[in-house]
């Protein structure tokens, strides 16, 4: 099976040995047999030299918390992450690490009470399952028709089935075979297809992206899906790593074990299927009883939409259906690139190993004032590449995306601000309207034809045209424009601020090297579908149940992921 619980992060045999790069799944390492109930505590912060041995961390995390090592029964990474902060001009390298101790259920300590007041260590929830024991009986009888097969609603249909429900997931967009066909059409020749593209097909926007998994979401579904993603094909380490990255290349391979694994379990998928309208039932309960798609009217018992941001003729359709929409503040800017070796250099120093550590990743917030809104960096690609994402004829948006190994010789991120009403207006569609007006002039200004334009970072700065550009890792061809005169004046000056500001902790940021291209518009939904936060009911309706990042309740894979899921468990607990 794909999936597993994890609790078996805890259930390995004594002597089983830790290592960070050792191939095992999970990283555990059980001191003594687990012969009765245990409990389980997250020590925060635990700090490890870059050649020191992943064995320390039991004696060293006991003793941060002011416990015996010997009433610990198992030891598990549950979180590591490179610490890459400059102290003064050194890089001082190290690894921060979360650690999980498996103590048995009974023990108590005056010292480890004070660690968990302190928040120094906290109890760790049960990993949870996707099957649900308080399902409702009649749910279980139901058929789901899930809208979109990017992550929110492929973790959807995963728990539906597991829970014994009949699903339909239909998708507008092709399979991956044939989507990747049509990418490298578009790619090589500048001819869009609107239903087959980097945004629309198997996987939804994420299959071309970074492949991101890490969030600021916190819940007990995060491991058992990581579990899936591990056991068809991905790298072991995103169990535990706080910048965990799948790579595009990877979810090629995953993609397609994910879909036959949930055909196995039931779920029919429906590719080339783009939803058109909801049907609703001609009794007074106006339920909706099927959906009219372009393939024909498909029947179910409810829907779960997740359809992704960048589908605006659906959510148009559904709203003009009755669905409830509503404006929602937005983050739009440039997408900024440099030679990935100024940013090793920056983040890591010279003597760094890149050959064990990985390329250096920034994550940077530059706050903002009255007059100056924030900026902050987002989905920082390192070793990645700049694409156009779009699906929509006469419309440029950007977004980086990189492979599993890091292999191109840049780096890029977003920068972005966030908007709201006051500069887009009011009205539940002027944010879109908002966006699509500027990713029109960005398409128009770079020739019609793709090409994206660009500025470099020190004429951005100043205000002037460029005379030649610095190379980068975009295919479909460069225009040397006034970027800084495209965007909204207020948006240049907040990021030119940031630019400014983010050169102080990667020297050469706002140097001849950096590269400025444009626009990067859809980082996230420009609107939010209300649902009842109980049932996640969409309003006004009794079996419509939106999710994930088109709906305006996640921001990324694993967010999009665990909200699909949790919504489908919503719909299992419903009467």
């Known amino acids: 099976m794909l999936a597993s619980s994890s609790i078996s992060r805890f259930e390995r045999s004594a002597g089983e040995i830790m290592s960070l790069s050792s191939e095992s799944h999970p990283k555990t390492h059980s001191l003594s047999p687990l012969d009765g109930p245990s409990q389980r505590v997250r020590v925060m912060a635990i700090e490890l030299g870059l ?68 928040g120094r260590a906290r109890h760790v929830e049960a990993p949870a399952r996707f099957e649900l024991d308080s399902a409702e009986r009649g749910s279980r009888a139901r058929r789901v028709l899930v809208v979109g097969s990017g992550p929110a609603g492929l973790y959807a249909a995963w728990t539906l089935a597991s829970n014994g429900v009949g699903v ?13 066909r049509a990418v490298a059409c578009f790619t090589g020749t500048g001819e869009l297809d609107p239903e087959a593209n980097l945004l629309f097909g198997e996987g939804g926007a994420g299959t071309y992206s970074d492949g991101k998994l890490y969030t600021r979401t916190q819940h007990a579904l995060e491991a058992p899906i990581l579990d899936t993603l591990i056991a068809a094909g991905a790298d072991p380490e995103i169990a535990f790593d706080a910048r965990a990255h799948v790579g595009t290349d990877r ?31 001609a009794d007074e309960s106006g339920q909706i009883v099927a959906i009219q798609s372009s393939a024909g009217e498909i029947a179910c018992d409810a829907v779960m939409l997740g359809i992704g941001h960048s589908a605006r003729d659906t959510i148009r359709s559904l709203a003009r259906d009755g669905l409830e929409v ?105 944010g879109v ?40 890792s975009y295919k479909m061809g460069l225009s040397a424009l006034r970027v800084d005169e495209l965007l909204p004046p207020d948006v240049t000056e907040a990021l030119r601020a940031a630019i400014l500001r ?44 939106p999710i994930g990042e088109g709906a305006g309740y996640a921001g990324g894979i694993m967010s999009a992921a665990i909200d699909g899921a949790r919504s489908a468990w919503a719909l299992l607990r419903q009467p």
């Open 51 to 118: 050649d020191e041995s992943e064995s320390v961390l039991c004696a060293r995390s006991a003793q941060a918390i002011g416990i015996s090592k010997d009433v610990v029964r198992g030891v598990c990474i549950a979180r590591r992450a490179l610490d890459a902060r400059r102290r003064g001009r050194r890089h001082l390298l190290k690894f921060v690490v979360h650690v999980d101790l498996d103590l048995a259920a009974d023990y108590r300590s005056p010292a480890l009470d004070r660690a968990i007041k302190s």
């Open 168 to 180: 339909d997931l239909i998708d507008r967009g092709p399979g991956l075979r044939e989507r990747g």
């Open 251 to 281: 979810l090629h391979r995953i993609l397609p074990r994910l879909r036959t694994r949930l055909e196995e379990m039931g779920v029919r998928f429906h590719f080339g299927t783009r939803l058109e309208s909801l049907v609703r039932s």
């Open 326 to 430: 509503e404006a929602k503040p937005f983050q739009l800017g440039l997408r900024i690139e440099h030679p990935q070796s100024l940013i090793d250099l920056g983040r890591l120093g010279q003597e760094a190993d890149i050959a064990s550590l990985g390329h250096a990743y920034y994550a940077m917030v530059a706050k903002g004032s009255d007059a100056i809104p924030t900026v902050h960096s987002f989905c920082m690609c390192p070793g990645g590449q700049i694409v156009a994402a779009v699906a929509q004829p006469g419309m440029l948006c950007t977004n980086g995306m990189s492979n599993s190994k890091h292999s191109s010789a840049f780096g890029n991120s977003g920068l972005v601000v966030t908007l709201g009403p006051r500069e887009f207006g009011e009205g539940r569609f002027a």
């Open 433 to 472: 309207e908002f966006q699509e007006q500027l990713e029109k002039a960005f398409f128009e200004a770079g020739g019609a034809d793709y090409s994206v334009p660009a500025q470099s970072v020190p004429s951005f700065l100043a205000g002037r045209p460029d005379r030649g550009l610095p190379r980068s």
């Open 502 to 545: 983010f050169d102080r902790s990667i020297p050469g940021y706002a140097g001849e090297q950096g590269l400025l291209v444009g626009i990067e518009s859809r980082s996230s939904s420009p609107l939010r579908i209300p649902r009842d936060p109980e049932t996640r009911l969409a309003r006004g309706f009794e079996n419509v149940y």
